[in-house]
């Protein structure tokens, strides 16, 4: 029997408010060479009964005998998946009905790359459509800013199985683990989001993603120690901390110079190991400084700040970042 060309892939819990709008987008995209792989994690709603209302031959509907949680439930598509790539949907989200084909058109196009994932709308818990939408980065530089940020709508994501495979799936990172995974498809090869919208993505109050724990905070250092360890930087639990509040986009003032200092020892560590481009490299964290200190209206310090010989460099001067750094130094030598 042929394989398929993807194996879609929708991980549910207690999710019978959703997953039919989610099983349909997918049954009824363009694209029509895949399989459906559900898996109902332990449910104790009627998940089961909605997805069973579909009489669909591409769809194999499995079902775990308890919670057992994302990590195991994904990683059953080590043994499952028959797709050349795997194509993943959240069990509350909407894929448009020309995403795999996008994707596959991409990955064609693009055969170096492993991962591609795309924009995405965001509806409510109603179906409706908000006027905010998720838009990620689509240049040549995601592989650099996955050091400070899942660049990845995870419902958009299409991988490669023959690498999903060989990286062993996700690991038990609570909360974080797609994260983890990308990263990890990250360091190997070129990742991408396509300029598209792909799906819609449901805001709700039982979102998992809305519910951060300690463990993911965990996680996730765990996660930059892998990415400071592979740049050849030298981390510690105070350059851990400082680029987790990168990360999460939960920035101190009085922590500035820090993040001055570690940007400089990735710039320093990468020139040595040459895990990026080192023009490119140097160049983004200098434009990743001009942000941070954007993020404080008001700073006497920001122009000497933007100059750093640590990591200016003249070839990077624009007019525009120069004028909102002098505004900001303005504003802080009159306060």
């Given at each position: 029997?042929?394989?398929?060309?993807?194996?879609?892939?929708?991980?549910?819990?207690?999710?019978?408010?959703?997953?039919?709008?989610?099983?349909?987008?997918?049954?009824?995209?363009?694209?029509?060479?895949?399989?459906?792989?559900?898996?109902?994690?332990?449910?104790?709603?009627?998940?089961?009964?909605?997805?069973?209302?579909?009489?669909?031959?591409?769809?194999?509907?499995?079902?775990?005998?308890?919670?057992?949680?994302?990590?195991?439930?994904?990683?059953?598509?080590?043994?499952?998946?028959?797709?050349?790539?795997?194509?993943?949907?959240?069990?509350?989200?909407?894929?448009?009905?020309?995403?795999?084909?996008?994707?596959?058109?991409?990955?064609?196009?693009?055969?170096?790359?492993?991962?591609?994932?795309?924009?995405?709308?965001?509806?409510?818990?109603?179906?409706?459509?908000?006027?905010?939408?998720?838009?990620?980065?689509?240049?040549?530089?995601?592989?650099?800013?996955?050091?400070?940020?899942?660049?990845?709508?995870?419902?958009?994501?299409?991988?490669?199985?023959?690498?999903?495979?060989?990286?062993?799936?996700?690991?038990?990172?609570?909360?974080?683990?797609?994260?983890?995974?990308?990263?990890?498809?990250s360091e190997?090869?070129?990742?991408?989001?396509?300029?598209?919208?792909?799906v819609k993505?449901?805001?709700?109050?039982?979102?998992?993603?809305?519910?951060?724990?300690?463990?993911?905070?965990?996680?996730?250092?765990?996660?930059?120690?892998?990415?400071?360890?592979?740049?050849?930087?030298?981390?510690?639990?105070?350059?851990?901390?400082?680029?987790?509040?990168?990360?999460?986009?939960?920035?101190?003032?009085?922590?500035?110079?820090?993040?001055?200092?570690?940007?400089?020892?990735?710039?320093?560590?990468?020139?040595?190991?040459?895990?990026?481009?080192?023009?490119?490299?140097?160049?983004?964290?200098?434009?990743?400084?001009?942000?941070?200190?954007?993020?404080?209206?008001?700073?006497?310090?920001?122009?000497?700040?933007?100059?750093?010989?640590?990591?200016?460099?003249?070839?990077?001067?624009?007019?525009?970042?120069?004028?909102?750094?002098?505004?900001?130094?303005?504003?802080?030598?009159?306060?």
């Open positions: 029997m042929k394989s398929p060309k993807i194996t879609a892939f929708i991980a549910a819990y207690n999710a019978s408010d959703y997953i039919e709008e989610s099983v349909s987008s997918i049954l009824n995209q363009t694209f029509k060479d895949f399989e459906l792989i559900i898996i109902d994690d332990g449910s104790t709603d009627d998940t089961a009964l909605a997805v069973k209302k579909f009489n669909d031959n591409r769809i194999r509907f499995l079902q775990n005998d308890v919670n057992k949680g994302l990590p195991f439930t994904r990683n059953r598509l080590l043994e499952l998946a028959n797709g050349e790539y795997i194509a993943i949907l959240d069990s509350d989200d909407i894929a448009y009905p020309d995403r795999f084909q996008l994707q596959l058109n991409f990955f064609s196009s693009h055969p170096e790359v492993a991962l591609c994932g795309g924009h995405g709308t965001i509806i409510n818990e109603n179906g409706i459509e908000a006027d905010k939408k998720i838009i990620v980065p689509t240049d040549d530089s995601i592989n650099m800013r996955m050091l400070f940020a899942n660049s990845f709508i995870n419902s958009s994501t299409m991988f490669k199985t023959e690498i999903f495979k060989a990286l062993n799936g996700y690991r038990d990172f609570a909360l974080a683990e797609d994260f983890d995974l990308f990263t990890r498809i190997k090869y070129k990742v991408a989001n396509i300029d598209a919208f792909l993505y449901r805001i709700h109050g039982e979102n998992i993603t809305i519910k951060r724990s300690e463990d993911q905070g965990k996680n996730e250092l765990e996660i930059l120690k892998n990415m400071q360890d592979n740049l050849g930087m030298s981390f510690n639990t105070s350059s851990l901390n400082l680029h987790k509040e990168l990360l999460t986009n939960n920035l101190n003032e009085a922590h500035f110079a820090g993040y001055l200092e570690l940007l400089i020892a990735m710039k320093v560590a990468n020139t040595k190991s040459k895990r990026f481009d080192t023009a490119k490299l140097n160049r983004f964290l200098f434009n990743k400084w001009y942000e941070i200190l954007r993020l404080k209206k008001s700073n006497a310090k920001a122009l000497n700040w933007y100059f750093k010989k640590e990591l200016y460099n003249v070839a990077y001067f624009n007019f525009k970042q120069f004028r909102k750094i002098f505004k900001i130094t303005l504003r802080g030598l009159i306060s």
